[in-house]
């Protein structure tokens, strides 16, 4: 069982930046592809940011790319998004998430941090 705890999330203005993280406990962190997600009020759950067990591959939803970048740090059993040139329709609660690096599926989500961007 893996448990996911997000912070670094709040408020700031239209073309600010911020950093969340997501600490892991309870699984081989090494093993797991980490994620974050984002869901927006009235809209479904959207895929943000991945990044590989081996931490040398990183996929990005297109409305993010460029701005946003994803890190890991096993030592720490933490995940990283960095956040730049924010904008309006980036507020959203942002989830951690994590799957086992054999399983297709992300099983464990933590419980979210809001991100708001003011215009």
């Known amino acids: 069982q893996v448990h996911l705890v997000e912070s670094g999330g709040g408020l700031v203005q239209a073309g600010g930046s911020l950093r969340l993280s997501c600490a892991a406990s309870?699984?081989?962190?090494?093993?797991?592809?980490m994620g974050w997600f984002r869901q927006a009020p009235g809209k479904e759950r959207e895929f943000v940011a991945q990044?590989?067990?081996?931490?040398?591959?990183?996929y990005y939803a297109d409305s993010v790319k460029g701005r946003f970048t994803i890190s890991r740090d096993n030592i720490k059993s933490t995940i990283y998004l960095q956040m730049n040139s924010l904008k309006p329709e980036d507020t959203a609660v942002y989830y951690c998430a994590a799957r086992f690096y054999l399983t297709a599926n992300y099983d464990y989500w933590g419980q979210g941090t809001q991100v708001t961007v003011s215009s």
């Open positions: 990044i590989s067990y081996t931490t040398s591959i990183t």
């Open positions: 309870g699984g081989t962190f090494s093993r797991y592809i």
